[in-house]
């Protein structure tokens, strides 16, 4: 088991130390449940009041605390406990699944696949024609891709993922499990004679750099080009992107939310859980949609929107008052 001291820790994180402690520190765990030997982390100042019945010896903790850490305790200050806490679990991290041979026996990997040199391919994987992975790549148990793909370098696929024709990874993301990458868009015609036409879904899928989709998450191709998720996203899981829709670089998708065919995100754009983005819509860079939101048109750069149908946010509190007092009123 592995161990470390305050000292140890805080040369990781390099913040000030307030207190001190004797304790050893051996895990991570919340301030409700950790014990002496686990350091938890104050995020919030709301969140105070829970350190004086937690049991942690040691806490992460912002600079605008107001609280003391108390006998044989102690606080390690920085100035963003949620990222200072992130290094924290990194130090205490498990080892991932063991491959005891590069690429299994059972994985099928076609001759005139490339691939990379310390690429890891685990059992009952496929690997289409003319596939590329590049270097340090890793495919647990199970993966599909299919013919012409391109991932990049030290990317790493779980379990179940299933990556369509043509579509390209690019370096350093994380697909977690059973998430399908390039399935058909939806695009249907009604037809008087055959009822409801299929429409081709031609195109591919486009995922740039230090992108992590969640698990579950559906990414549809291209009708025509490409769908595109720009550097650095970060999808969640249950989410649903539709055919040529296009996201900038570094924006959030919470779970169960989702983008019809061809909406556009710019850089930054933050989506909330179950919230829903009609088709054809752009949204501009740093917009906020709420969860649960509904947006039917387009979103200036830098709006928050809530609400169903979604409206600007203080507008939407506005509304929800005043309908709170008006059903309070029909009670009296």
């Known amino acids: ?37 686990e350091i938890s982390f104050i995020g919030n100042k709301k969140y105070e009041k829970h350190w004086c019945t937690s049991n942690a010896s040691i806490a992460i903790v912002n600079e605008d605390i107001s609280i003391e850490p108390g006998e044989n305790r102690a ?26 041979t590069n690429i299994h026996k059972t994985a099928t990997v076609d001759e005139t696949a490339i691939i990379g040199e310390g690429v890891r391919i685990g059992a009952g994987c496929y690997i289409g024609p003319k596939v590329e992975i590049g270097s340090n790549t890793t495919l647990y148990p199970n993966v599909t891709i299919l013919d012409e793909c391109i991932i990049g370098e030290n990317t790493t696929i779980w379990s179940g993922t299933v990556i369509r024709e043509r579509c390209h990874i ?48 559906c990414v549809d191709r291209g009708k025509f080009s490409s769908t595109i998720i720009g550097d650095g996203c970060k999808i969640d899981n249950l989410v649903q992107i539709g055919h040529n829709s296009k996201l900038g670089k570094f924006c959030i998708m919470a779970g169960n939310s989702g983008l019809a065919g ?41 709006k928050t929107m809530l609400g169903y149908p979604a409206v600007e946010a203080r507008d939407a509190l506005k509304q929800w008052a005043i309908l709170k007092r008006m059903v309070c009123s029909t009670k009296k």
């Not at 805080?10 to 014990?35: D, F, M, P, W």
């Open 75 to 100: 606080f390690i200050k920085v100035k963003n406990a949620d990222l200072a806490m992130s290094q924290i679990l990194a130090l205490f991290a498990l080892p991932t699944p063991v491959f005891h």
């Open 262 to 302: 061809s909406v556009t995100l710019g850089n930054g754009v933050i989506i909330g859980g179950s919230a829903s983005i009609k088709d054809h819509t752009s949204i501009g860079d740093g917009a906020v949609i709420g969860a649960g939101s509904g947006v039917t048109g387009d979103v200036p750069a830098g």
């Open 170 to 217: 690019g370096h350093d993301c994380i697909i977690h499990p059973n998430a399908t990458i390039g399935a058909d868009g939806f695009g249907f015609r009604p037809c008087a004679k055959n009822g409801l036409v299929k429409i081709p879904q031609i195109g591919n899928v486009v995922i740039g750099n230090r992108v992590e989709i969640g698990a579950n998450t």
């Open 1 to 37: 088991m592995r161990s470390y001291s305050i000292q140890e820790i805080n040369e990781v994180i390099n913040g000030e130390i307030y207190g001190t402690t004797s304790h050893n520190i051996t895990a991570t765990e919340q301030l409700e449940k950790a014990t002496s030997s």
